[in-house]
Nanobody
């Protein structure tokens, strides 16, 4: 199994920045890609970004392109999400997840392990 712990969420004003971290432990050799999703009450979990663990290529939702940047530190088994120019509509609980495929899936059901989530609130 893989354990994931997110951190870095908080309250920020519109236009501000936050950096989320997700540290993986356990069977990290099984990780081929990692993704970030977000969820608001009453809505499905939404894809934000994903990165290939070895080769580093990435993908983003259209709503965050140009504002968010995903990166990883393989030595630390950690993936990051740098979020700039934040908007109130970015307010959500953010989750990281792992998959055993190099394909960067945008569907939450394609991911195997999930963190507990971290709250991001952007005030207007």
């Amino acid at each position: 199994q893989v354990q994931l712990v997110e951190s870095g969420g908080g309250l920020v004003q519109t236009g501000g920045s936050l950096r989320l971290s997700c540290a993986a432990s356990g069977r990290t050799s099984s990780i081929s890609s990692m993704g970030w999703f977000r969820q608001t009450p009453g809505k499905e979990r939404e894809f934000v970004s994903a990165i290939a663990w070895s080769r580093g290529y990435s993908d983003y939702a259209d709503s965050v392109k140009g504002r968010f940047t995903i990166s990883r530190d393989n030595a630390k088994n950690t993936v990051y999400l740098q979020m700039n120019s934040l908007k109130p509509e970015d307010t959500a609980v953010y989750y990281c997840a792992t998959a055993e495929s190099n394909y960067l899936y945008k569907r939450a059901g394609s991911y195997d392990y999930w963190g507990q989530g971290t709250q991001v609130t952007v005030s207007s």
